[in-house]
């Protein structure tokens, strides 16, 4: 399957401040997922993103806080503004990478402190 | 809404104990049921999948799983554990058009003691 690259791998953050994640794939991909997992939490969908189109927020996610690009059908970003401690957790990019099947592959995730 | 309830947050084993993670997933429609593992450090990796047929399904690395519609479960077997699937356990399931997101569940962690 594809192989899904994230950087920063992780970041320490002042309150106030933004940090972009980027996310490459190494295939062309229609759908990217960007997810958060907190600490001691579960995977919890952020946003869906599509080539050509505004991302799908999920309930409780917001484009203000969680801005997210996709240029092309192999890159995608997404935009942590305005950081508060609470925002301080693992973010990770995913992608349907295998033509017609329903299996998401997962990047190495972004680990985010913010102080 | 789909839901994913893994009943157990930490288990611990000793090595060559048998193995068992409960999952429950509430979804009224077709669904693909998922195991994930997170080895300490490394990515998510899909351990195994059901999307039709055999309602036992076998993974990488000795897992196997089996999905009872009856009961909404899909628990994760293994007869035999090694030290080195200590790991983050996570269920998910999604619709089987895949038009909805993967709803994962909150995880069990395996501590495997030698």
């Known amino acids: 399957s594809a192989v899904i690259s994230q950087k920063p791998s992780r970041d320490i953050c002042q309150r106030g401040t933004s940090l972009t994640i980027q996310c490459q794939v190494d295939?062309?991909?229609?759908?990217m997922f960007w997810y958060r997992q907190q600490p001691g939490q579960s995977l919890t969908l952020i946003a869906t993103?599509?080539?050509?189109?505004?991302?799908?927020?999920e309930s409780g996610f917001v484009i203000d806080k969680f801005p997210i690009s996709r240029p092309n059908l192999t890159f995608s970003t997404l935009t942590v503004s305005n950081m508060s401690p609470e925002d301080s957790s693992i973010y990770l990019c995913?992608?349907?990478?295998?033509?017609?099947?329903?299996?998401?592959?997962f990047g190495a995730g972004s680990r985010l402190t913010v102080l | 809404a789909q839901s994913v309830s893994q009943h157990n947050h930490h288990v611990i084993l000793s090595e060559a104990a048998s193995l068992e993670l409960g999952c429950n997933y509430s979804y009224g429609g077709t669904v693909n049921l998922f195991w994930y593992v997170q080895y300490p450090g490394q990515h998510l990796q899909l351990l195994l999948k059901y999307f039709s047929g055999d309602p036992l399904v076998k993974g990488i690395k000795g897992f196997e799983a089996e999905f009872i519609k009856s009961k909404f479960s899909f628990n994760l077997r293994k007869p035999s554990v090694q030290w080195s699937d200590t790991a983050e356990y996570f269920c998910a399931v999604t619709h089987s058009s895949g038009n909805t997101p993967l709803v994962f569940g909150k995880g069990t962690r395996l501590s495997v003691i030698a």
């Open positions: 995913s992608a349907k990478t295998d033509s017609g099947a329903n299996v998401l592959t």
């Open positions: 295939s062309q991909v229609t759908m």
């Open positions: 993103a599509n080539q050509g189109s505004e991302a799908t927020y």
